[in-house]
């Protein structure tokens, strides 16, 4: 099949690809001044000649599981119901689930201080586990950094991003050793943004 061509004649591909090329200049230009990006440009032409073919996909968001002490306890009353029903293999309807919460939440709410904390500290543990497998699957992968710093944009759209966005790319620059379950949004803007700047390094 022939490649789909513009009016002129250029084909499609290739006016992606200098699209992609202008979008990482203009990226640039907003960030610096006017002198600082003249000298960026005389510096850097022939980094953005190197620049990648353009792919025209996005990067895959891997999840970072999360479990509290209270969905630890769900988790145990529904298997708790299943062992009791001798149904472990089937799936429960949602009135079924609703009935099963409604009850562990009347447990919950009264479950002894020292219960309670069993269920956290096992919480905490299968948090642990989770951020350990998160971090390798996003180490066992190679990221285009130009593909990156595109998605990634300016320092404005990192800031608008939601947790989960910036959790991603934290795993995407190589840094998910640095996330935790207490990293704070400031401080994984602040990452990001600096990766900005490193596109040529």
């Known amino acids: 099949m022939a490649a789909i061509q513009t009016e002129n004649n250029i084909p499609a591909r290739i006016i992606n690809d200098r699209k992609y090329i202008l979008s990482h200049i203009a990226m640039d230009m907003e960030a610096m001044s006017p002198e600082d990006f003249y000298n960026h440009m005389k510096t850097n032409i022939h980094n953005y000649q190197q620049i990648p073919v353009f792919k025209n996909s996005k990067t895959k968001l891997i999840s970072l599981q999360s479990i509290s002490g209270w969905g630890v306890y769900v988790n145990d009353e529904i298997a708790r119901f299943h062992k009791n029903a001798g149904n472990k293999d089937s799936k429960l309807d949602f009135k079924t689930l609703i009935s099963i919460r409604k009850d562990a939440s009347k447990k919950w709410s009264s ?29 066992e992968k190679k990221y285009d950094k130009f ?37 704070k949004n400031s401080k994984m803007v602040e990452h990001l943004s600096t990766y900005l700047t490193t596109k040529f390094d």
Request: aromatic letters at 8%; glycine letters at 4%; one cysteine or more.
């Open 147 to 183: 593909q990156i710093c595109d998605e990634l944009k300016n320092i404005e759209n990192i800031k608008s991003m939601k947790r989960k966005q910036l959790l991603h790319y934290m795993g995407c620059i190589g840094k998910g050793n640095d996330v935790n379950k207490n990293i």
């Open 111 to 139: 479950m002894p201080k020292e219960q309670e904390e069993i269920y956290k500290q096992k919480a905490l543990k299968m948090n642990e586990d989770y951020l350990v497998d998160w971090r390798k699957k996003y180490n």
